[in-house]
Structure formats: C-alpha cells, structure tokens
C-alpha cells in the first residue's frame, strides 16, 4: 500500500527533531538491520548501535542524546524516548496505509432491510448482514464476512475477511476480529442416548465479546449451551484456538495460538496462556495465572500460579523435575550399581557369621 | 431472536402442568443460577434446590413430586422427568428461534443450471454452487458456503456460513457442517525427489460423511488420496479439528477439540477421544477407545482401551507413574542417601577386616 | 467428476502395453484391495500380489515383468516402473478431472478496475479482488475468496474456496493455497501498558511466500510486524498451522498439521516437522532438523538434529528414557526394597559391634 513521507513530516508526527536530510523519502518501516533505501528505522537497544553506522536505512529514530562516534549517512529524526516513539511511528503508519477509500457499502454486499447500520461505516463486496442485526458507527467489514441475524456489533468493530458473527452474539467497541474467525458457532453439546448414540443439545446461548477484544485467524469461539460464553474487556485471544461453550475468560489476558479452553470453565483476569495449551472443562483458573507452552491444565488453578507441564504443575518445579526425567537413564544405572553393591554387603555379612 | 411464550403454552410443550402464573411470560431459557424476569429455568439435580428460593426466574421446570419448604416466587412447571424435560424445552426453543423465514434461494447467491436442488431448501446469499452438486431436501445453507461442482450432500443437512464442501464429496443425511469447517481439502501426500524437493501426489478420492455426522468449527476433513476418507454416522467432531486423508472414523465416536488424526488411520465406533488429542498415521484404532486430553497415540490400541499420555498407555497407570514423575526430585535424594549409606556400610565393614 | 478412458487410451498415456482387453472402461482410480468394476489400480509391493488374483478391478498396471501364477480377470497394463507410473496415473487422472471449463471471472465476482489480471485466470463467484492487486497468468481462484488491495499473486497459482489474501502479501509462482487458508493476518503482537491492559502494536509488514509453497486448509501465516514473515520454496504447510510473525521457513521444509511455530523463529531448509508440534519464538532451527509428532521445542536446535518430546531433546534418547518413565512404578518398589535392605544391614552391623 502506498506510503510516502519526507523525514520533516514524520519528525513532526513524533515531536522530533530531523538531523540531515529534512526530504529524505520515507516509504517503509524496517528494522534496523534490514534497513534500505527509503525505510525508517529506530536506535532503542544499546545493543543494536553498531547498525546506525552501516545501516542503508534512509532514516533512523533515536535519542536526542545520542552522539555517533562513527559518521553515519542516514538522516536522524531525534526525539525523547526512541522506543515509544516507534510504536507511534508504527500506529502513524498504519493509520496512513489504512485504505481511507474504504467507505460505504459495497453494491456487491447484501444488507437485510431490517437490519441496523451506524454512521460512517464501511461493508465490502459479499458481506451479508441478516435480518435484525446491528452494526455500530464507524465499523469496517471487510469482504465475504457473515453477520447472522439479531447479531449485535457496537462501534469501531473491525471484522477482516470471511468472519463470522452468528445469531444474537454481541461484540464489544473496539473489538477486531481477524480473518476466519468464528463468534457463535454451537456448543459441543450431546446427550448419550441408550443405543451408543447421541442426541445433539441445542446450544441456545449467545457470546458476548466485551470491549477491545481481538479474536485471531480462524479462531473459534463457541455459543452457551445457555446463558453466554463471555470474554472480558480487553482480553486477546490468538489464531486457532477454540474457546468451549459457557467459558468465561476475564479482562486483559493473553491468550497465545492453537490454546483450548473447553466447556464451562472460569478463567480470571491478567492471565497469560502460551501457545497449543489445553485447559480441562468445568475449572476455574484464578487471576494472574501463567503458564508455558503446549501446558495441559486439569485443575483449578489458584491466582498468580505459574505453571508448566501436561498435566502442569509448578514451572521451577517443572523443569528441575523435567531434568531428572531426562538424567532417568543414568539414575537406573546407578541403582542397578547399588543393587549389586548391597547384595555383595549381604553376602560378607553372611560370610562373617 | 424473538422467543416468547406463556407458561401455559411451555406447559402444554412439555406434557407438565402450571403451578402458578399461567400468563408468565417466558423469552429465555437460563440455568436456575442466572434465572431472571422472563427466564425459565428448570430444577434436576437436587443439589440445586436452594436456588429455586432465590431465583428471579419467572418460571421452573420441576418434578411433580417435588414439594416447597419455602415460598417460591417463580411458577413451576410441574413434570415427570425434569431433565428429559429440559432438553426437550432446548430443543423446542431452538425449533421456535430458527429462522421460518429462512426459505428459499437467496438472489445473490449463485446456483449452477446443472446442479439439482431439493425442495424446501434455503440457500443464502453468496453461496456458490457448482456444476452437477446434488443438494437433497429441507437443506438450510447459510451466506458465504461453497459447494464445489459434483458435491453430493444429503437431506435435512445444515451447512454454516462459510463452510466448504469440495467436488466429488459426499455428505449424508441430518449432518451438520459448521461455520468456516472444510469437507475435502487435499491430503497432505508429497512425493520426495532426489534433489531434496517434492512433488505433489494428486489427491483423487473423496470424503464420504454418513448420516448424522457434525463437524465443527473451522474443522478439517481432507479427501483421500485414492478412494474414500470415511465418518461414519453419528460420530460428532469438535472445532479446529484434522482428519487427515484416507482415515476412516467408526460410528458413534465423539472427538473433542483440537484434535488431529493423521493419514489412514482406522478408527472404531463408540470412541471418545480427548481434546488436543494426536493420532499418529496408518494405526488401528479399537471399539469403544477413550483417551485423556492431549493424548498422543503412536501405536494401535485394542478394544475398549482407555488411555493418556504422550506417547499414550493405559489411564490409571499413566496416573500413578506421572505421581512418581512429580516425585523424582525427592527419589533422586533418597538414592543419593543410599548411595551414602551403602558406602559407609562399605567402609564399616572394610574396616572390620 | 467425470473420469473415463479405456485401458488402451492409458497404457498410451502411461508408455505401457495392453494386456487384456483394450476397451475396458477405467473411471476411477483406486487401492488393489478396493477395486471394483471401473476401477483401475496398481501392482508394485510384491507384498500385495494376492490381491492380484481376487481384485474386482477392471485394470492393473503391474510390472512388464509380473508372471501371474493364477488366473487374472482384470486387464493388466504393463510398464517398466509401475510405482512411478501410477503417480503418472494419478496427475493424468487429476489433470483430466479438473474442470477444464473453469475459465474466466464469474459475473458474480468483483473485481477491482485498479487491480491488474493475468491471462488465462478464472476467477469464481464472489471473489474479492481489492484495488491495486495483482493476479498472474493462470492462476485459479475458487468461490468466496478474498484478496486484498497491494495483494501480489504470482502464475500458474491455485487458490481454493475461503481462502484470504491481505494487503500487501505476495505469493510466488506454482502456490496452492488450501480451502480457508489465510494469509497475512495480523501478528499476535501487544504493547502492556502500566495498568495491565494491552495496546495493540500496528503489524505493518507483509507475507512472502515464495515458489511451489502448499498452505493447508484452515492454516495461518501471520505478517509481519515490521518486514516479512517468509516461507521459502517448495515448503509444504499442513491443515490448521499457525505460522507467526516474522517466522521465517526454509525451503523444501515439511509440516505436518495442526504445529505451530511462534514469532521471529529461524527455521533451515529441508526440515521435517511432525504433527502438532510448537516451537517458541526467537529461536533457530537448523537444516534438516527433523522431529517427531507433538514436540515441544523451547530452545535452538542444530542441523540435522532429530527430536522427540516436549521440552523436547534427542529422539532415540527420548524413547529409551521414556521406558525408564513408563517404569517408574517399578523402580521406586526397587529403592523401597533397597532401603529396606541397606536398614537390615545397618541394623546387622550395629548388632556386631
């Protein structure tokens, strides 16, 4: 996407200073040692100085306070707090690729008479928005998205491509689901029936993302049996993971890809899940909770826990545990060693009698 | 969605009889802890009976038999098996929220004139059906789906928004596909060449789902790469889930999440099989097996087997041995004091000499 | 599909000779111990040439060589290598099915008037085609896809239904890109702020996937937070992978499904990756690092290193350790007993003196 900017327009936008070329073209964001022509790039870690001298980057972010000990040929744009302001310059950035032409609602789009829509509002081409829905102000809901009826979206919702929002699920202000990803699909509910079979329970609830949310690549979050499947504010949750029916997830915790969550189980605020982790059904997970990657929780899990392992228990514990597992080989040489050690002992003994 | 009744009405539903208001206006179903104005609710497990005290429900399904110790504020609907009640009152309520007006062929969806189309069926917008895909009768198929040309998928099947069902594959009666899951993706075959690349095994067969199948979220069965990848009826699959090609699942099996079973695997009927489970390619998989979350299966299994751990062997055992894994911290210390005892023993008796 | 050939119209495809009858009609393919009338199959594991003798198949390709010892019903196509032959069968099978017709853009697609298409490109219905993208020669595009605007799509690709390109990504020449599969989602990529919530940090880089490369169904390869997240050529994806931000994959590498490889991670060429695998960020893999099913890798690995468990360490060494595991029961009854005998002889000593 076209982005271009003279290293003044960007010194400006992050209160700085331009030391060199003030029309230095600026088209790309890179890190420091992938620099080239037309990229900016920032000088945070001490440890990454030697790149600013060789560096084919056009312009660097860095300290006000930096003094180069070797001549450098890229443009400088110095500011206070080098770090913070490239997390700015990324937000400048993006704002600016973000296709601002992206308005309306697309002719190829199919929007019920009887849904809702906000202010503002962008619907691409194959969106189809059901009977009863709502869509808050300023929402951009990119192609081939389904939005079931009675489906509830509050303001600034970003919906990439091919997601799916089913009947009745509410997703909070703010909130950005990405591509493929899926609110309300049932429960994995079924009642065993006397012939070995099964009986599919209908899963009548609803989800409800609360503000600020994000959803991954084709994550999957599952619909109550009753009631709602809530996640809490601000709370992010990565790609491919499936969270079961009735689980409740609290705010700002950090979910990392292909974790599961089955059914019914509580989870507190400010956790944070690694990756391919699997929590058991019906347990409550305390505030504060950590955990490794590829963990396997099945038990509840009291606050501030940190935790490793299937089935997890302590992470200290874990990996001193986990050395001896890995030393067992050698552990039953040696018992064998003192096997042999003891039984030679019983037979002097014997002998001495 | 609209869902509103009288009590009387849900009464008459259920074979039960109205102790209380029979005008009661019922819109949600809701468990006895969260009941509130307009919920019903429903009291099974005794364990319970304190809330129908304090409930704000409006109305609760109970036994005939069950007698007040308190005032109760709710109206009771009083019938023979509360729990078969209640499921029945879900499945009433999910028959009474469905979309009656979901009918008939969207005019944004695109229907091939060679494909054949049973009657009472609903197709929504965006769908796309191919040349020679046969769709039976009472179909619902939800926006965005694509059936590709030769699809062949039975009567009373409900297929999500956003799910796909490649050529030549079959889907039986009363299934379920939902939202975003993919019915005869390529199998994962590559042929290596000497030069270290490889070559790509056309994937030729098919997936054949038998009656009653569900698949869920984002889920994944891929085509065989000669003949059939085969679910056999009433098997139920959970979300983000991988059948991988050439696999064949017995009848009556319920798999849990996240789970993935690799290349021509042989599963029996009646298993159940834990979430984030692995089941490595080519093995045979018992009759009624049932396996721990996050089991890895690298070796058939018999009959009736039940299983965890990774690699996987029976559940108590893996149990007792993973009490001892826990344990090794403390093992290890105790056999570094035999070793010393054992030396002194040594010693003594050197010394006796 | 549509599939039909007499053997004589094979063996020419094939560079074989007829032996039976010229005209038998071959629709379908399949494995020796499921053919059946129309089914042609294929003799090159000497281990099934029973089969031979019962198979209902209409034709065999077998070796030029093969002298049956009974009677054969079916019409054998003799070739010099029957093993490679029948992967010859199989593209021939699987180039005569593919819908020759599908060519051109569906009037139900949409295409950008700033997006520039190739030659010789069928596009489906409701694809999505943004301004600025870029389709090359060839390429075939299936229902319900959506590519982004700046999405660079390279010839001879094949992108199936569901499947998302996103902005800026760009796919190489020969790509196939599975049902549901996205490219280029956001990063998992956050910002704590000082009251325990996240700010999301913009992902601005992109997704390079270079020549030959297979995504499986429902897979995910995240862009870049600054840069590329690049998969070198001929690398095969599976089903529902999670590949993160930054990532960069070798050539020539295999991945089985359901893994998951976490930001910034280095992995080499040529490496083979078994099933629900994860391995953590910001770490090396080297060339040829192969590792089993449901590994966990949490630390770098060097060439050629083969690996099983999770943490996970040196395969054979896992497997030996593993049956140490798997004994612990055992062992620790045998340091019982061990101490109860050091005790005795402790106790015997002492009487001694």
Chains 1, 2, 3 share one sequence.
């Not at 996407?1 to 003044?8: L, R, V």
């Amino acid at each position: 996407m076209k982005f271009e900017f003279t290293a003044a327009r960007i010194a400006q936008a992050l209160d700085g200073v331009v030391d060199g070329d003030e029309n230095a073209k600026i088209v790309r964001v890179s890190k420091i040692e992938e620099g080239r022509e037309g990229s900016i790039t920032f000088l945070a870690n001490p440890k990454y100085t030697p790149y600013i001298y060789t560096t084919n980057a056009t312009a660097i972010v860095c300290s006000k306070t930096f003094v180069p000990e070797h001549p450098i040929s890229s443009t400088l744009i110095r500011v206070d707090d080098p770090y913070s302001s490239f997390t700015k310059l990324l937000v400048f950035y993006q704002k600016e690729k973000e296709q601002k032409n992206l308005k309306g609602i697309s002719r190829k789009a199919h929007v019920s008479w009887k849904a809702k829509i906000g202010k503002n509002v962008y619907i691409g081409d194959f969106v189809s928005i059901g009977a009863h829905a709502e869509i808050g102000d300023n929402c951009k809901i990119y192609p081939n998205v389904t939005i079931y009826p009675y489906a509830k979206i509050g303001k600034n919702v970003l919906i990439h491509a091919g997601a799916i929002v089913l009947n009745d699920c509410e997703i909070g202000d703010n909130c950005i689901l990405q591509p493929g990803s899926v609110v309300g699909g049932d429960g994995f509910g079924f009642a065993p029936l006397e012939d070995g079979s099964y009986m599919k329970i209908p899963q009548t609830g609803n989800v409800v993302l609360k503000e600020n949310v994000e959803i991954g690549t084709n994550a999957t979050i599952d619909r109550a049996t009753m009631g709602s499947t809530v996640i809490d504010h601000g709370t992010k949750i990565d790609n491919l993971i499936q969270i079961g029916h009735n689980v409740t997830i609290g705010s700002d915790c950090v979910i990392a890809g292909q974790s599961g969550i089955a059914g019914s189980t509580k989870m507190g605020n400010n956790c944070m899940i690694g990756g391919q982790t699997g929590v058991a059904g019906h347990l409550h997970i305390g505030n504060g909770v950590q955990c490794g990657g590829k963990s396997g929780i099945f038990a509840d899990v009291p606050d501030n826990a940190k935790l490793m392992g299937a089935p997890a228990f302590e992470g200290h514990e874990f990996k001193r545990t986990y050395v001896h597992f890995r030393n067992l080989p050698k552990i039953v040489k040696e018992m064998n060693e003192l096997k042999k050690q003891v039984a030679e002992l019983q037979e002097q003994l014997k002998n001495k009698e």
